[in-house]
């Protein structure tokens, strides 16, 4: 029995990489043992296939949450490299329940305001443009607050796949062991730097090095033969893939595998890196695992079949 239910809002890029696609199998799994309310997922580019992806996993696993989408400029790296989702769409279209979709920050706003206070996990695994618009909104038809203040009234604390912070942490060589500007940052650099200086809420990173290493997806591949996800992730990888948003949303809602260090402040710089600077008066965290990847590969594996540990 989970004692602790928690209310979570996701922000997704699903389409650039697969892994968006096992978070979301990950978040309904533990929406149906209890250990959370998934009260809204947004889509944070101006892919369509990606969203209508989002739907249709939404309908296979009976989830019950508004979906909303952003409407702007193009702001995704790769928006163009349809790797898994077009073929997606085009196999389980009969699951698409929606033709347009809200736009993803006043959805946001929707559920703040509809919100008791300090209750919401405000979780973005893809650009933080979403994030930014939210933080950054007027107040509306929907709020009388601003989104900086709904949002320092109602989200409890955020959890961002995002960044890279190099503390020695061991890691399959990338980038000849040189810093590198992370994608979900890199992608939309204004709108993170927007998003982390706004939020006054406690902000915990699982950077690039978290995830790397850890590869998951391989029971669903094995056992369920229908399934979206096994369908996305043998086309994307052909197998398990890298777990950088499903380890995001897993800490999110359970705290479990990896501990925080900090309190300090990240800062991003106008090319996208990120430092990480340690400050008692600072209210950003970022996350390191007390478990080794086989055992925090094991769990996740098992939670996305649902056998929740």
């Not at 929406?31 to 944070?44: L, M, R, S």
């Not at 209508?52 to 790296?77: A, T």
Request: net charge negative; aromatic share 12%; glycine share 6%.
């Amino acid at each position: 029995m989970v004692k602790n239910k928690v209310a979570v809002i996701i922000d997704t890029d699903l389409g650039a990489d697969c892994d968006d696609v096992g978070t979301l199998v990950l978040a309904l799994q533990l929406e149906k043992h209890g250990f959370c309310d998934i009260k809204a997922v947004g889509y944070c580019t101006t892919n369509i296939y990606g969203v209508q992806c989002v739907d249709i996993f939404r309908s296979f696993y009976g989830g019950k949450f508004p979906i909303g989408m952003y409407y702007g400029k193009k702001v995704e790296c790769n928006e163009d490299q349809h790797i898994f989702d077009i073929d997606l769409v085009d196999h389980y279209k009969d699951l698409i329940k929606e033709t347009n979709y809200i736009e993803a920050y006043k959805l946001y706003r929707k559920v703040l305001a509809e919100a008791e206070d300090d209750s919401i996990i405000f979780i973005t695994i893809g650009e933080l443009t979403n994030a930014a618009n939210l933080v950054s909104s007027l107040p509306d038809e929907i709020s009388p607050l601003s989104g900086q203040e709904l949002f320092a009234k109602k989200v409890k604390y955020s959890c961002v796949m995002g960044g890279l912070i190099n503390d020695n942490h061991p890691i399959t060589a990338f980038n000849n062991n040189e810093a590198f500007p992370e994608y979900n940052i890199v992608c939309a650099i204004e709108d993170a730097q927007k998003f982390v200086k706004i939020s006054a809420k406690p902000i915990y990173f699982l950077d690039f090095y978290v995830g790397a290493d850890v590869f998951t997806g391989k029971k669903v591949i094995e056992h369920d033969e229908h399934s979206p996800m096994k369908f996305a992730y043998l086309k994307y990888a052909n197998g398990p893939s890298r777990s950088w948003d499903l380890l995001a949303v897993y800490y999110a809602i359970t705290k479990r595998l990896y501990r925080s260090v900090g309190p300090g402040v990240m800062h991003i710089d106008d090319n996208g890196f990120t430092t990480f600077t340690k400050d008692q008066d600072g209210h950003h965290y970022y996350l390191r695992p007390i478990k080794s990847n086989e055992e925090i590969t094991k769990e996740i594996d098992e939670a996305l079949v649902g056998n929740i540990l």
